[in-house]
């Protein structure tokens, strides 16, 4: 099990995304999510994450997880997180854009997030959450960088062994 979290809440067409103040991605969009706390599932911590990072309280039936992504190296801690959808159409819009301690949060349209030539957000992002966002399956997505530069991302489903 990995011990971070990404989220992508969505709302009407649009998604949360944070601007981040830390590394890594320091200067980016990026979704929202943080270190799970020892004994906590990945939901219950993105779940807590989100709480802490919006206010809002989400409930865990409108939480999808989307798989994991890891990656070769990085400017980051660890080599793995968990993926994670929110469907937040029934919720109250978080009203943006707002000043957190985690950077200024703000809703972004997918086809602005995925836009090959907006260097602005982190760069991974447009290889998965566009599957995220269409697909039921869980997916492990691993990216490949190189002097952190990314160069390439695969899927692979995840086979539920259970």
């Given amino acids: 099990m990995y011990t971070y979290t990404l989220a992508f809440i969505t709302n009407h067409n649009q998604i ?3 601007n981040r103040k830390k590394k890594p991605w320091q200067g980016c969009w990026n979704g929202l999510g943080g270190k799970l706390t020892i004994g906590e599932s990945p939901l219950q911590g993105i779940l807590r994450e989100l709480f802490e990072e919006t206010g809002q309280q989400f409930q865990k039936e409108d939480v999808k997880d989307c798989g994991i992504m890891t990656w070769n190296t990085f400017d980051a801690h660890g080599q793995g997180l968990h993926l994670f959808l929110i ?7 978080i009203k943006t854009p707002l000043a957190t301690d985690e950077g200024i949060l703000d809703w972004k349209s997918l086809d602005w997030i995925i ?3 907006n260097y602005g957000v ?3 992002i447009r290889y998965f ?4 966002m269409a697909d039921q399956t869980r997916y492990h ?3 490949t960088f190189e002097n952190d530069v990314l160069v390439s991302v695969t899927k692979e489903v995840i086979v539920d062994v259970s």
């Fill in 141 to 143: 997505f691993h990216c």
């Fill in 115 to 117: 836009d090959p030539k």
């Fill in 129 to 132: 959450l566009p599957v995220m």
């Fill in 16 to 18: 949360l995304m944070v």
């Fill in 87 to 93: 469907h937040g159409d029934n919720y109250p819009k």
């Fill in 122 to 124: 982190a760069h991974n």
